[in-house]
């Protein structure tokens, strides 16, 4: 697949400029993912408004989500990204490849967050039902659940539109499992 172009911070819109203005300053670039949705007018600050909802899930539960949903869909730019920012989350390697193996041994309610993630997003939200009832054993409640689905599609979009524009990856690769 050809890569679709990566717009500069001049070849977007005003309202896009002012929201690349802003990811440089708040997170030192605009990463060439983000800059892509820019082709569109409204794509970016929508997506921007999804991926920094409030939630009930922790930074780190979030992670999980984020690397076991591109770990199921095959997207290496979300991988990587990931990757790097599970490591700021506190996460070590082995633990990035257990979430993103869908088994995790170090926490127990993470193994059970990684578990019904994995069947969400790999059965389109029919989940296996033991998996979410383990989920809410676990301490998980129903909010938490619909939270899980709404970071599940997050990542899908990203995961999408990695797959349909093929950008260059601007974060280290993530390692092969």
């Known amino acids: 697949m050809k890569s679709i172009a990566v717009p500069t911070r001049e070849q ?5 400029q002012a929201l690349f203005d802003t990811l440089t300053k708040n997170i030192g670039t605009v990463p060439n993912l983000f ?4 082709h569109s007018e409204n794509a970016l600050g929508t ?8 939630t009930s899930l922790r930074p780190k539960e979030k992670e999980v989500v984020n690397l076991i949903v591109s ?27 257990e979430i993103r193996r869908g088994e995790i041994t170090f926490d127990p309610k993470l193994d059970a967050l990684v ?4 069947s969400i997003a790999e059965n389109k939200g ?21 939270d899980v689905v709404i970071v599940v599609g997050d990542k899908t979009i990203t995961n999408y539109i990695f797959a349909l ?3 260059p990856i601007d974060f280290p690769a993530a390692p092969a499992i």
């Open 47 to 54: 997506y921007l408004v999804l991926s920094g909802a409030k």
């Open 165 to 167: 524009t093929a950008v």
């Open 12 to 16: 977007v819109s005003t309202a896009n």
């Open 115 to 118: 578990k019904v993630t994995k």
């Open 71 to 97: 770990q199921v869909n095959g997207c290496e730019y979300c991988l990587a990204a990931h990757t790097a920012i599970s490591k700021m989350q506190g996460f070590t390697d082995d633990q990035i490849i």
């Open 126 to 146: 029919h989940a296996d039902p033991q998996l979410v009832e383990n989920f809410f054993t676990a301490g998980y409640n129903e909010g938490s659940l619909i």
């Open 35 to 38: 800059a892509v949705y820019a």
